[in-house]
T-cell receptor, first 115, second 113 residues
């Protein structure tokens, strides 16, 4: 069973506001992924980290999001200026590595509603 | 971009029935296929996986079959229970693409008592 922790579980913001969510990966997992799941079950990869370094991020994340995974602190994902289209479930996953069969284990998600 | 397709999109069965969930993917470089179950309001739960050098994997009531030539997977669930009701996802993973998962839209399974 996954032990990834995400806070808060729910977040309500107005358009233009910042929205910040946090993730504590499983102990000993140096790789962290963030995905967005919309109400139609479409998943979008946002960014991933190995230790504190960004491995890959999509254009949207680079332009509108701020993300980090500092050592000895929770990882965080922050939307700088929320838009209605950002309303979704934000999922954090962690894994032991990037190899074959390094399973990604998920947190419960942060559900963001942008009014 | 690379895609995963899942069929059917939804299934409704009576408790005790067997079900088959099908997945196909497009990325020939995909090497790992974890399956997840998502119950309403709960986190994605890892249930079974298979590597591209395997053809079959079984655990309790789950049997996962993989055909590399046709890029197709199928998950067979036997003796279904109401607790199996969930959305099932079968993402693909390409380690050469920073191991990000490529997802389909899921298969919704409802098991009626």
């Amino acid at each position: 069973n996954s032990k990834v922790i995400q806070t808060p579980r729910y977040l309500v913001k107005g358009q233009g506001q910042k929205a910040k969510m946090r993730c504590i990966p499983e102990k000993g997992h140096p790789v962290v992924f963030w995905y967005q799941q919309n109400k139609n079950n479409e998943f979008k990869f946002l960014i991933n980290f190995q230790n504190q370094e960004v491995l890959q991020q999509i254009d949207m994340t680079e332009k509108r999001f701020s993300a980090e995974c500092p050592s000895n602190s929770p990882c965080s994902l922050e939307i700088q200026s929320s838009e209605a289209g950002d309303s979704a479930l934000y999922l954090c996953a962690s894994s032991l590595g990037l190899g074959v069969q390094d399973t990604q284990y998920f947190g419960p998600g942060t559900r963001l509603l942008v009014l | 971009g690379e895609q995963v397709e899942q069929l059917p999109s939804s299934l409704i069965v009576q408790e005790g029935a067997s079900v088959l969930i099908n997945c196909s993917y497009t990325d020939s470089a995909s090497v790992y296929f974890p399956w997840y179950k998502q119950e309403p309001g709960k986190r994605l739960q890892f249930i079974i996986d298979i590597r591209s050098n395997m053809e079959r994997k079984q655990t309790q009531r789950l049997t996962l079959l993989f055909d590399k030539k046709t890029k197709h997977l199928s998950l067979h669930i036997t003796a279904t229970q109401p607790g199996d009701s969930a959305i099932y996802f079968c993402p693909s993973l390409n380690v050469g693409d920073n191991s990000k998962l490529i997802w389909g839209l899921g298969t919704s399974l409802v098991v009626n008592p």
